[in-house]
């Protein structure tokens, strides 16, 4: 069975812009998507933040729309909108019924090219993003999450924060933000993407002017991240649970074991039926949850499994995690693991597109991050090719890949054995 009926079609506009769309003819809606080619990691440290810091002013009005306008025009014809910050790319999103299709432009486009960006608004932001710094440090399993970052990517953008630091967000000012914003959010570090009940011609002449006055832009130049790692970070709380994150270093964005890898992910603690969530909830009842998942960045990709468990129970979880990931390496995964894995991720590339919001943002990202419009069925023949040797590579790959364990609970440092856990003499 293949996805239904759907024409994707991409271009460069003369201004610049990247534009892709998908046109869904079973749908009376159409999401749309700014896509700027810059995140958390593209950004000085003195700056730290920045590209989230325009994620919540953008929205805040333009020179010709107040914020409440914006509000009131989206209410009125029950749209929605929203916006996200990642570290290697931001983006802004609506989504509506497709005869309002122009408004949504028209919204998007004035905040991408006419931001008001104010002296009060920046303030009031400041306030807001400091809060949401405090609540994410507060709660444990983000403050594990962003720890373990740290941890696999020292002294590098990729191990930073995207919400930045207390300090970097107090010391911005609204002429910084301007700079940034200047520099980097221009057509040609700029993707459109737009699917549901829509023509590509339309939009393509609808934003032909857009953009005019502020031409040019490329994607920001990246320094690789060095091969050293924290091996263990133990953040003592008073918490009735042990949070914790074991990070692998793995396949970037690009790399052609991020197929097989994304195969293993599912074995390993993907799924209901993987070998983690298996032996450690199922089997032990030793964790409510426990999964696994790989990102790939530009240059360099993670794979990391999270678990909250108990204190006392938090070695005998990590001993099974650690071995098996060493059984994956040396035994291999089963025909019937592997043929589970496959349909979980072929099913889930199928039901996404269900969704004129997910196929907005698959086309979006592909774009923006791989220069193409994937096809579903491009994505799935990838995924099919997959077979028992790739991924036993992958996996003896990801046993030997640099490590770190992030830890958030009521202990120390010296409650881990580095060297049981694969984390000693793996950082330089």
Excluded at 216 to 225: K, W, Y
Excluded at 268 to 278: A, H, K, M, P, T
């Amino acid at each position: 069975m293949t996805p239904r009926a759907s024409s994707i079609h991409s271009e460069r506009l003369a201004s610049g812009v990247r534009l892709a769309t998908e046109t869904m003819s079973d749908v009376r809606s159409v999401a749309i998507g700014f896509w700027v080619g810059t995140g958390s990691r593209d950004e000085p440290e003195p700056l730290a933040g920045a590209s989230h810091f325009l994620e919540h002013l953008l929205f805040k009005g333009t020179l010709a729309r107040s914020v409440a306008s914006i509000a009131e025009s989206l209410d009125e014809v029950g749209g929605d909108c929203n916006a996200f910050t990642t570290k290697e790319y931001t983006a802004f999103y609506v989504r509506l019924l497709s005869e309002h299709l122009h408004l949504g432009l028209d919204i998007l486009g004035d905040i991408m090219e006419d931001p008001a960006l104010s002296e009060h608004d920046v303030e009031a932001e400041r306030t807001v993003i400091l809060d949401e710094i405090l609540m994410h440090a507060d709660e444990p399993a983000d403050l594990v999450g962003e720890t373990a970052m740290a941890a696999l990517f020292p002294n590098h953008p990729l191990g930073r924060d995207t919400l930045g630091t207390q300090e970097s967000v107090r010391e911005i000012s609204a002429a910084d933000i301007r700079r940034f914003f200047e520099e980097h959010y221009r057509p040609g570090n700029m993707v459109v993407s737009v699917a549901g009940d829509c023509r590509h011609e339309e939009i393509a002449a609808a934003l032909q002017g857009r953009f005019a006055a502020r031409p040019g832009g490329t994607a920001p130049s990246r320094l690789p991240a060095g091969p050293d790692v924290t091996p263990l970070v133990v953040v003592r709380r008073p918490t009735e649970q042990a949070h914790l994150v074991l990070s692998m270093r793995s396949a970037s964005r690009f790399d052609e074991a991020r197929w097989p890898l994304a195969v293993l992910n599912v074995v390993l603690g993907g799924g209901l039926s993987s070998r983690l969530f298996q032996k450690v909830r199922e089997q032990r009842g030793l964790a409510y949850s426990i999964w696994s998942e790989r990102t790939g960045f530009f240059d360099a990709g993670c794979t990391t499994v999270s678990v909250g468990t108990a204190p006392e129970h938090a070695g005998e979880v990590l001993r099974i995690v650690t071995g098996e990931i060493e059984d994956l390496a040396s035994q291999g995964v089963t025909l019937r693991e592997l043929d589970v894995a496959k349909g979980n991720l072929r099913s889930e590339t199928l039901l996404s597109c269900e969704d004129s919001g997910a196929r907005m943002s698959r086309l979006g990202t592909s774009v923006l991050l791989y220069g193409v419009a994937w096809t579903i069925d491009e994505v799935l023949a990838h995924i099919d090719a997959v077979d028992v040797d790739a991924v036993s590579e992958v996996a003896q790959a990801l046993a030997v890949a640099p490590r770190t364990l992030a830890a958030v609970g009521p202990f120390d440092a010296d409650a881990f054995d580095g060297a049981a856990l694969g984390l000693a003499g793996r950082a330089a």
